[in-house]
T-cell receptor
Framework: DAKTTQPPSMDCAEGRAANLPCNHS???????VYWYRQIHSQGPQYIIH???NNETNEMASLIITEDRKSSTLILPHATLRDTAVYYC???????????FGTGTRLQVTL | GAVVSQHPSRVICKSGTSVKIECRSL??????MFWYRQFPKQSLMLMAT?????????EQGVEKDKFLINHASLTLSTLTVTSAHPEDSSFYIC??????????FGPGTRLLVL
């Protein structure tokens, strides 16, 4: 799996959009960009994934650059419950293992 | 999304005893499941891949005789920590791919060995 790079931490005011960047410059053509988050003392929660096109679901939006070397996870209206560590992972999606990096610790504040 | 459960959610045991942790996929079948370990303030580290009907595959540095994995059915994998010691205290998490693609994680099991 391609290596991903994320900032170690970010802050966001409640109600504002949280934009979490991820670099994956060595991503291969068959690797998706997956995002998970881990709230303290819980298992990781799947958020969203994409291959080339931008994706949106009830939790977030995923913007992938045209060259696929980077992406941004957008939480449109962050709440305190979104405080967590967010992991960006390049993954083929073929039931193979996931490799977690250090992620971005997002702190949402009042 | 798909649901993965783990039992127990937390366990405290004495040094030298064995502890079994169950991982179940509740609404889908999984021929493969994964076991991770997470120490405080660290990321998840893959321990092993559990394969239904065959032996588990362990990551480098993980003792297969200490961490016994049994994938008994298409919805159940168990991890047994044998002769547990305080350094085995950790957060153990399993995952399973639903539809052979997106992986879903269990809520984790916190093990404390006294």
């Amino acid at each position: 799996d391609a290596k991903t790079t994320q900032p170690p931490s970010m802050d966001c005011a409640e109600g504002r959009a949280a934009n979490l960047p991820c670099n994956h410059s060595t991503i291969s053509g068959n690797e998706y960009v997956y995002w998970y988050r881990q709230i303290h003392s819980q298992g990781p929660q799947y958020i969203i994934h994409g291959l080339k096109n931008n994706e949106t679901n009830e939790m977030a939006s995923l913007i992938i650059t045209e060259d696929r070397k980077s992406s941004t996870l957008i939480l449109p209206h962050a709440t305190l419950r979104d405080t967590a560590v967010y992991y960006c992972i390049a993954y083929t999606g073929t039931a193979s293992k996931l490799t977690f990096g250090t992620g971005t610790r997002l702190q949402v504040t009042l | 999304g798909a649901v993965v459960s783990q039992h127990p959610s937390r366990v405290i045991c004495k040094s030298g005893t064995s502890v079994k942790i169950e991982c179940r996929s509740l609404d889908f079948q999984a021929t493969t499941m994964f076991w991770y370990r997470q120490f405080p303030k660290q990321s998840l580290m893959l321990m092993a891949t559990s394969n239904e009907g065959s032996k588990a595959t362990y990551e480098q540095g993980v003792e297969k005789d200490k961490f016994l994995i049994n994938h008994a059915s298409l919805t159940l994998s168990t991890l047994t920590v044998t002769s547990a010691h305080p350094e085995d205290s950790s957060f153990y998490i399993c995952s399973a791919p639903a539809g052979g693609e997106t992986q879903y994680f269990g809520p984790g099991t916190r093990l404390l060995v006294l």
